[in-house]
């Protein structure tokens, strides 16, 4: 079985050979947390929504929650789930993208159409989640920055 910390190495492969980088566990201002947020080379934001188990699938119903922070949404699925449910207008097919993945690769079956946020929404993403990876980043080189700064 495939957990979903694999889904995500391959879909930060797949997004890197694509000029896109991301983050995992991105917090959003709504209190949601994001699977993996990132930016395409065009500045626009992305995110994936991991789902390991057809269950996981089907009970998530605040998946919506995260359209409001992003440009292309996708669902993030190792290759043994059902995705027949994610052609169901409740999985609103025509906003959600589909990427299935495993540790060592990932493949879009179907790509997210491009729903532009605001552009000072995205501004404010953006310098969110920058700041997320460079504190993530100062966390690596000097991990006793997080416990003198734990709330900057």
């Not at 188990?53 to 699925?77: H, M, P, S, V």
């Amino acid at each position: 079985m495939i957990d979903a910390l694999a889904v995500a190495r391959g879909v930060g492969r797949l997004f890197a050979r694509n000029d896109i980088w991301c983050l995992p566990e991105m917090p959003l201002r709504n209190g949601r947390r994001a699977d993996l947020m990132g930016v395409d080379a065009k500045g626009h934001i992305v995110i994936v929504e991991i789902k390991v188990a057809r269950a996981d699938l089907l009970g998530d119903g605040k998946w919506t929650d995260y359209l409001d922070f992003c440009d292309r949404f996708y669902w993030g699925l190792p290759p043994h789930i059902d995705r027949a449910p994610l052609e169901q207008e409740d999985f609103r097919p025509d906003v959600c993208g589909v990427i299935v993945a495993d540790g060592y690769d990932a493949e879009i079956l179907r790509p997210a159409p491009l729903q532009p946020l605001n552009a000072a929404r995205r501004k404010v993403e953006i310098e969110r989640l920058a700041r997320a990876a460079l504190r993530r980043h100062a966390g690596v080189l000097d991990p006793r920055t997080m416990e003198l700064f734990p709330d900057s």
